[in-house]
């Protein structure tokens, strides 16, 4: 069983920065991906950044050159700051682990990012 517990989220203004932690717990491969994707009211849950266990790293174009995401593999742990917000980066930010032969997910609760124009 895997725990992933988030924080940072909160309310910004355009322009301003935050930064997202998500801490795993449990059953840890040592092999893994975990990454952010985020959720709007009413639309579906999109991809925002990965990294994998070995340090490769994708973003979503929207964020790219904005958006880094970082993790410390001894703590499995992932930070993603996030500088330039924009009212479109409101959302609700969930955290996501993907491991195993079955590519199985878990997901976190999520954190609520806010930015006010």
């Known amino acids: 069983q895997v725990q992933l517990v988030e924080s940072g989220g909160g309310l910004v203004h355009t322009g301003g920065s935050l930064t997202l932690s998500c801490a795993a717990s449990?059953?840890?491969?040592?092999?893994?991906?975990m990454g952010w994707y985020r959720q709007r009211p009413g639309e579906e849950r999109d991809f925002v950044a990965r990294i994998t266990s070995g340090g490769s790293i994708a973003y979503a174009d929207s964020v790219k050159g904005r958006f880094t995401i970082s993790r410390d593999n001894a703590k499995s742990t992932i930070w993603l700051q996030m500088n330039n917000l924009k009212p479109e980066d409101s959302a609700v930010y969930y955290c996501?682990?993907?491991?195993?032969?079955?590519?199985?997910?878990?997901w976190g609760q999520g954190t609520q990012v806010t930015v006010s124009s």
């Open positions: 449990g059953s840890i491969f040592e092999i893994n991906v």
């Open positions: 996501n682990l993907n491991q195993g032969v079955s590519s199985h997910d878990d």
